[in-house]
């Protein structure tokens, strides 16, 4: 559901030297991560997701840069700005994602449940909305 999507602030450990964040499974997020993947060289202009998943969870990070994603459940939406390399987006399952305004240099680094798998996808938005008011 929506409201099981929120920001999670994660781990930070500065010193003279920089920054570090870190994500481990099942403390800072709900799941054991499967599989990691990343978005980058991305347009200012372009829009990425545009899907709904049907089981798969994941968080969201902006390692760099910024960019925004409105999440919806097919009745309701609400929209994050990402902008912090220490806070993540947790996005369950049956949640439809659209994401953009991505800054330049901006890095969307997406931490998953599952591995990829084509048939876990709402690809369609008719077909979404069409699952997720019978579930
Ligand atoms: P897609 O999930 O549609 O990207 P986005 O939601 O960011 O716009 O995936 C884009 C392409 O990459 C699609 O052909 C599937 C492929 N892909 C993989 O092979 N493995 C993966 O882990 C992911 C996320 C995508």
Known sequence: ALDACHLIDLPRVSDARGALSFVEGQRHVPFDIARVYY???????????????????????????????????????????????????????????DLGGFSEGAVCLVLASLPYDEADYFRDHAAYLEAVSAS
């Open 39 to 97: 978005l980058y060289d991305l347009g200012p202009a372009v829009t990425r997701g545009a899907h709904g998943h049907k089981a798969l969870e994941q968080l969201i990070i902006a390692v760099a840069g910024r960019f925004e994603i409105t999440l919806s459940d097919g009745q309701q939406s609400r929209r994050f700005e990402l902008s912090r390399p220490d806070q993540g987006l947790y996005v369950g399952p049956m949640i439809w994602r």
